[in-house]
């Protein structure tokens, strides 16, 4: 997968993502008194929102881009039934040849880690079966509780050659409270970007890791001295546009290659409609608007990256 | 709710909470054979059969304990259907007058981890209305991404009376590869305590803070140490029994007041059936054996809490 990604990235020439995180305040009011109408406002008539609006929003920008990063928690927030939008939205993108990754941020102890691995990413026993769960292409992981949180997913990584991408230095304000506490003179992302390097070794694609790393788009400084601490892991860069992330701090966070690197941005795509300059598009239209702010950000990013060249 | 926590370990005489991790190969051949017989080998069919397993035990250990901790992760692993199947749980519980502790271990950037505390801990707005969703009264959250991840779960247990566990020192075997590691002189998982008690001042219950802490029972020197950085912070304590951590270890996890600490098992008190010396109850009868090895495990602590004073 981890080749599919950069193969993609370089066909479309767009190392871009867009992060389907789809608050109800973002969605227009005629989807919503669409779903309302149909569902009610209960947790279906939100989870129907959602998915209908991620529907617009998909097919608006699928020949763009290679790939979505739908944030689990903004349909886990509805219930069963947010969930049920989830799993749609990640086999609709699939139908439109979309890489997804799962922004799920999972992480526990062995056999629980493995659980996670095997819902999001591999196939679960049941009986003499063996099924596909949620079945997104990559996921995110929460490094805190070591290897042992890592190994399952990275043994259902190189079973299904997928990915996964370690948080290692988050995009919030306050990742720096343990992130870069100093540990022997190196702050603990650097350790953990080690880490992941380490892990990556072994499982790996043609030329990148099936292991990445989060590192945010927020911190350009940190970004450029990981990308030589785990060169052969792909970095998810969320923090872009929205979050204050500039096109130009981002030229360190990919190799000479042009690759390794993907930036997410997400409100900046999935709500343009509703702020300037693609408001003269209408709520009605916000499919385009999102396609028009995806058609800036990929000419912003390899602006930034052309003129570094 | 926390408050609720201390009142009922203290009329049970029962700091033990029984974890609610239903692995299918714990669950009994004849309700595996009933419900696949009904749904099928497939992801509904799992998932009844975990929830109708849960219901058993359940049933047979409910006046014994204060609380259940079921892990997210063995629901997720089967899909929206295992979403269901949590859900059902944590509604069975709540009419069973079970304190229920989501072991989700959940963790974002700030409107992502409001998401996730919306739903777990609080209540959704959709148009006009709000509603409970999941609806735990306590969730684990985990504190990689510092203060931003962890203030929207306090602001909702505020609201809400709830309250969470943040992991500081988890049970697993590598859990020292981070947590362990030391800066100015202090390992992390001492500086997240500390930050621990910080967070919980803001929301105190009658003697214990809504905001408490995850320590292993497999690291009693560190839960020492951790008790005194965080006093009035509950200490949610896994790794008793199936992963080696042992009673009389336990003792320094809790406060003078007989408070303060409420030990997990999972295996121990679910697949209890399968292993001596409850195997004799055979598989049919597999709430008995869990009601024996809860009954023992609560003789075990509070023999070791005794044996101190």
Redesign the interface.
Do not use: C, H
């Given at each position: 997968m981890i080749n599919k990604l950069c193969e993609k990235i370089k066909k479309l020439g767009a190392p871009v993502v867009a992060g389907l995180?789809p608050?109800?305040s973002y969605v227009p009011e005629h989807i919503?008194k669409r779903s309302?109408e149909e569902y009610g406002?209960?947790?279906k008539?939100?989870a129907d929102a959602i998915w209908q609006f991620n529907k617009g929003i998909v097919d608006s920008v699928c020949d763009l881009i290679p790939a979505v990063k739908p944030?689990i928690?903004?349909y886990?927030?509805?219930?069963?039934e947010?969930?049920?939008a989830y799993?749609k939205t990640v086999d609709y993108c699939h139908e439109k040849d979309l890489i997804v990754i799962g922004d799920v941020?999972?992480?526990?102890?062995?056999?629980?880690?493995a659980?996670?691995a095997?819902?999001h990413l591999g196939r679960?026993?049941?009986?003499?079966?063996v099924?596909k769960?949620?079945d997104e292409d990559f996921a995110t992981v929460?490094?805190?509780?070591?290897?042992?949180?890592i190994k399952p997913f990275v043994d259902v990584c190189k079973e299904e050659k997928k990915g996964i991408f370690i948080?290692v230095k988050?995009?919030?304000?306050?990742?720096?409270?343990?992130?870069d506490?100093?540990?022997?003179g190196r702050p603990?992302y650097e350790?953990?970007g080690e880490?992941v390097a380490q892990w990556g070794e072994a499982c790996m694609g043609d030329s990148y890791s099936y292991v990445g790393a989060v590192v945010g788009a927020t911190y350009p400084e940190m970004g450029k001295v990981l990308r030589k601490v785990m060169p052969k892991s792909f970095i998810l860069v969320p923090g872009y546009g929205a979050q204050g992330g500039k096109a130009a701090d981002l030229v360190p966070y990919f190799n000479e290659d042009g690759l390794g690197a993907i930036v997410n941005s997400s409100r900046g795509i999935i709500a343009a409609y509703k702020k300037e300059p693609y408001a003269k598009f209408g709520a009605e239209n916000f499919g385009e608007a999102s396609r028009q702010a995806v058609l800036d950000m990929i000419a912003d990013i390899n602006g930034a990256l052309q003129a570094h060249i």
């Open positions: 995180d608050m109800l919503l309302f406002e209960t947790l008539g939100a944030q928690a903004m886990e927030q509805f219930g069963v947010g969930m049920e799993k941020k999972r992480g526990d102890i062995g056999s629980t880690s659980a996670y095997t819902g679960v026993q049941v009986g003499n079966t099924q769960v949620f929460n490094p805190y509780l070591g290897t042992d949180g948080l988050t995009s919030n304000p306050s990742s720096g409270e343990f992130q506490r100093l540990m022997d603990l350790w953990v880490k």
